[in-house]
């Protein structure tokens, strides 16, 4: 079957195929693995619009629910990096008077609270309950719901339009893309800005990150991409800057065309995909052909390391293992389990590859011989507070963006 393009509807022919995939959240227990859902995780670019894609999707209502295994406030890397963009979003868009500003996604509140706090009127719109439950409890205003356009009318009769729209690791997550920037056309005002941010493709391709590629991320955005998306409706790109979050984001303003200055990090952004081929075929089938040797080269290792009886844990079931989990094929024998912090993940199996999810207490009171930092994006935190598992002989395996031992 052709596929098609999300956001212009061109023919797309996928660049890579991981194979059959779990969801990347879809942590289970042992009655549940006769009936694991799975799908084709393939990727591909549209020749027409620059975006780059899933091209088999998993529905929405299955990856967002009352049971959302993703908590955003988790690292206190991540609590520093929101408060800095709420204080930035404060400082340059959010105008006196009495500001209205919405957030898609919102998650349990990281950002939201910080406007909470600070008095301006805010709503967030937030899919999965419990996630939602705590922003609540944190006095961020908050909506249970997928945000379309329904909702966004009914926003802007609540609440009037809004000042600014924020979203953070969302945009990307969106299937109907055209349909929710048509919805953030109604609820923001005609001199509005949307600021969101995702990782960027640059960097995906750079590290050879494909851990990024799972189901929830359905897009993988450049700056050639948002800005055809967004033109489409009458805004353009006025601001851009590299975030050192994820692995390597981006973070989009985006304002009606002609409403502002845009930024020479724009101009100079848009330059450097020009020059790097983010939109040619080639630049993607040399990321698959990295991609693959990757997989051989941690594959190798493990293998290698089981041969010893060495052992391996994880750290951080993290959605992005799921990829690398199943793609290279790990499993319990060669990676023990996999430490985690987070409760609702402990006493579960990781999607499809079934390897043990268990408390952080296992991985410390005994500490493994090597630690396969599935993190890798929390890497420095992460290294700076185990310094004690270094000490006592422990070595980190990490694979972005190469395949090492530290
Ligand atoms: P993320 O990479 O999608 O942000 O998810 C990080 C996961 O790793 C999350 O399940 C929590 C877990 N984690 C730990 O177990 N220990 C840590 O120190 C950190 C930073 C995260
Ligand atoms: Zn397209």
Same mark, same amino acid.
């Given at each position: 079957?052709?596929?098609?393009? /999300?956001?212009?509807? !061109?023919?797309?022919?996928?660049?890579?195929?991981?194979?059959?995939?779990?969801?990347?959240?879809?942590?289970?227990?042992?009655?549940? #693995?006769?009936?694991?859902?799975?799908?084709?995780?393939?990727?591909?670019?549209?020749?027409?619009?620059?975006?780059?894609?899933?091209?088999?999707?998993?529905?929405?209502?299955?990856?967002?629910?009352?049971?959302?295994?993703?908590?955003?406030?988790?690292?206190?890397?991540?609590?520093?990096?929101?408060?800095? #963009?709420?204080?930035?979003?404060?400082?340059?868009?959010?105008?006196?008077?009495?500001?209205?500003?919405?957030?898609?996604?919102?998650?349990?509140?990281?950002?939201?609270?910080?406007?909470?706090?600070?008095?301006?009127?805010?709503?967030?719109?937030?899919?999965?309950?419990?996630? !939602?439950?705590?922003?609540?409890?944190?006095?961020?205003?908050?909506?249970? !719901?997928?945000?379309?356009?329904?909702?966004?009318?009914?926003?802007?009769?609540?609440?009037?339009?809004?000042?600014?729209?924020?979203?953070?690791?969302?945009?990307?997550?969106?299937?109907?893309?055209?349909?929710?920037?048509?919805?953030?056309?109604?609820? /923001?005002?005609?001199?509005?800005?949307?600021?969101?941010?995702?990782?960027?493709?640059?960097?995906?391709?750079?590290?050879?990150?494909?851990?990024?590629?799972?189901?929830?991320?359905?897009?993988?955005?450049?700056?050639?991409?948002?800005?055809?998306? #967004?033109?489409?409706?009458?805004?353009?790109?006025?601001?851009?800057?590299?975030?050192?979050?994820?692995?390597?984001?981006?973070?989009?303003?985006?304002?009606?065309?002609?409403?502002?200055?845009?930024?020479?990090?724009?101009?100079?952004?848009?330059?450097?995909?020009?020059?790097?081929?983010?939109?040619?075929?080639?630049?993607?089938?040399?990321?698959?052909?990295?991609?693959?040797?990757?997989?051989?080269?941690?594959?190798?290792?493990?293998?290698?390391?089981?041969?010893?009886?060495?052992?391996?844990?994880?750290?951080?079931?993290?959605?992005?293992?799921?990829?690398?989990?199943?793609?290279?094929?790990?499993?319990?024998?060669?990676?023990?389990?996999?430490?985690?912090?987070?409760?609702?993940?402990?006493?579960?199996?990781?999607?499809?590859?079934?390897?043990?999810?268990?408390?952080?207490?296992?991985?410390?009171?005994?500490?493994?011989?090597?630690?396969?930092?599935?993190?890798?994006?929390?890497?420095?935190?992460?290294?700076?507070?185990?310094?004690?598992?270094?000490?006592?002989?422990?070595?980190?395996?990490?694979?972005?963006?190469?395949?090492?031992?530290?």
């Amino acid at each position: 079957m052709t596929k098609t393009c /999300l956001v212009c509807n !061109a023919a797309i022919d996928p660049f890579m195929s991981f194979g059959q995939m779990p969801q990347a959240n879809g942590f289970l227990l042992p009655d549940d #693995f006769q009936d694991e859902y799975l799908y084709d995780l393939q990727i591909g670019l549209c020749d027409q619009c620059g975006m780059v894609q899933l091209t088999e999707r998993v529905e929405p209502d299955r990856l967002f629910h009352e049971n959302y295994a993703y908590f955003s406030s988790i690292s206190t890397r991540m609590e520093a990096h929101f408060e800095d #963009f709420a204080a930035d979003v404060m400082a340059r868009y959010v105008p006196k008077g009495n500001p209205f500003i919405v957030e898609l996604g919102s998650n349990d509140g990281i950002l939201l609270r910080h406007f909470s706090q600070a008095g301006v009127r805010h709503l967030g719109i937030e899919p999965s309950a419990n996630v !939602a439950q705590v922003a609540v409890e944190k006095g961020v205003n908050t909506r249970c !719901a997928f945000f379309e356009e329904t909702v966004a009318r009914d926003i802007v009769v609540e609440y009037g339009q809004a000042d600014v729209v924020m979203a953070t690791n969302v945009m990307c997550h969106i299937p109907d893309l055209d349909s929710a920037v048509q919805a953030i056309r109604l609820v /923001l005002k005609p001199d509005g800005v949307v600021i969101f941010e995702d990782p960027y493709l640059g960097n995906i391709l750079e590290k050879t990150a494909y851990d990024q590629i799972y189901d929830e991320h359905v897009f993988y955005f450049s700056l050639t991409s948002v800005q055809h998306l #967004f033109r489409k409706h009458g805004y353009e790109l006025v601001d851009v800057a590299p975030q050192n979050v994820h692995g390597g984001s981006m973070r989009y303003t985006i304002a009606a065309q002609g409403q502002r200055a845009v930024s020479q990090a724009v101009t100079e952004q848009l330059a450097w995909e020009g020059g790097e081929g983010l939109t040619c075929r080639e630049t993607f089938d040399a990321f698959r052909r990295r991609v693959e040797h990757s997989r051989d080269a941690l594959v190798k290792l493990l293998q290698r390391l089981a041969r010893r009886r060495a052992r391996v844990v994880g750290y951080g079931a993290t959605s992005k293992s799921t990829t690398v989990t199943n793609y290279c094929g790990i499993t319990p024998d060669v990676v023990e389990f996999v430490s985690d912090t987070t409760r609702g993940k402990q006493g579960k199996f990781t999607p499809g590859a079934h390897l043990p999810v268990r408390p952080y207490a296992d991985f410390s009171a005994n500490y493994p011989d090597y630690a396969l930092l599935f993190a890798w994006n929390h890497a420095d935190e992460i290294m700076a507070k185990e310094k004690e598992f270094r000490d006592a002989g422990g070595k980190w395996i990490i694979y972005v963006p190469e395949v090492t031992i530290l």
